[in-house]
């Protein structure tokens, strides 16, 4: 039975990963940082299927232990500020998690053991300013955030470990990849929620920023097993996973809104707080290498993903009134 580490377990990937190893059979320990504040909502259903061990990406120490002790087959490296207006406002921060930590746990997998599959989550937020569209593997990077400059980091950090060390370490630039364990933050649950929200007469607006804004939406269960795929291919590479098809905000609101029987446009309204400093351009995949290669493809469509996530918090704002 092999055995993965998960970190960022607690997460929307980690809880959908969790859950699909566990389906392969796979011991899984999930790596979470020491705070009074940890919440396992996305893991209850699994929580006594799973270790929970505490370690630290800004700790190497805590890393090699993990390791030592639990002997994983697998790393997957989910963990991350991932939350690109948070980037902006803690810029060294994010660096210290979403760059640098990445470097610390391969260097704690070349020190205990090198034959430990890894896979570093990358993201398209690295292509920012695109220089071609859409964008593959072998398209230059032009970040335009705090946060999409340390996937950078953490994604060149991996391909050289890669290839000084031979350490079997994948790299997956995943596109926008949604659901409705999404965190509030995110402009899709917030688009979700909010609807379900002033359907059931509990608000009576939601503000956003660029309607216009376009990105490759998938949903995340589908993107879990890309992942785990490139850790059981022949070699270890960079792959681009996404849709390959682009929606904008706005679409997302008309479905969303749609979905409960409401006109978005009498509700939403464009606020300039939640502009991006520096707006990314237009994000659309190539994921012909995952196709031929993985044999992966998408199974939920843009449609369906929204339907699922605005039913999801119908769901659990009715659950809360009663």
């Not at 370690?55 to 087959?73: I, N, R, T």
């Not at 059931?200 to 993107?223: F, H, V």
């Not at 997302?252 to 939403?268: H, I, P, S």
Request: charged share 25%; aromatic share 10%; hydrophobic share 40%.
């Amino acid at each position: 039975m092999p055995t993965a580490l998960i970190t960022g377990i607690t997460g929307q990937d980690g809880s959908y990963l969790a859950e699909f190893l566990l389906k392969k059979g796979y011991t899984v320990v999930g790596m979470v940082r020491r705070s009074s504040t940890v919440t396992f909502e996305r893991l209850s259903h699994i929580q006594d299927d799973i270790i929970i061990a505490q370690g630290d990406l800004h700790d190497q120490s805590s890393l090699v232990a993990l390791l030592e002790e639990y002997k994983p087959d697998e790393v997957y490296n989910l963990a991350a500020q991932s939350f690109v207006p948070t980037s902006w406002n803690q810029p060294i921060l994010t660096g210290e998690v979403t760059a640098l930590g990445v470097a610390r746990l391969l260097e704690a997998i070349r020190l205990v053991n090198p034959k430990i599959r890894f896979y570093q989550a990358s993201s398209s937020e690295m292509f920012g300013k695109v220089v071609e569209v859409p964008q593959r593997e072998s398209t230059p990077f032009y970040p335009r955030s705090p946060y999409g400059v340390a996937k950078v980091y953490g994604h060149w950090i991996t391909v050289n470990y890669r290839e000084s060390f031979d350490i079997f370490a994948a790299s997956g630039i995943l596109f926008n990849h949604e659901s409705p364990r999404r965190g509030m933050e995110f402009v899709t649950r917030k688009i979700a929620h909010h609807a379900a929200k002033i359907k059931l007469g509990l608000a009576k607006e939601l503000r956003l920023g660029n309607l216009e804004a376009r990105r490759d939406w998938g949903y995340a269960g589908d993107y879990v097993e890309a992942m785990w795929l490139m850790l059981q291919h022949h070699t270890p590479d960079n792959f681009v996973i996404g849709t390959g098809e682009t929606h904008s905000v706005r679409e997302f609101c008309e479905l969303a809104f749609g979905c409960v029987g409401l006109n978005y446009e009498e509700y939403v309204v464009q606020d300039p707080r939640f502009y991006r400093p520096a707006e990314v351009d237009l994000l659309i995949s190539d994921p012909s290498k995952a196709h031929r290669e993985l044999g992966w493809k998408p199974k939920v469509s843009f449609r369906e993903l929204v339907e699922m996530m605005v039913e999801s918090d119908l769901r659990l704002l009715r659950d809360a009134k009663k």
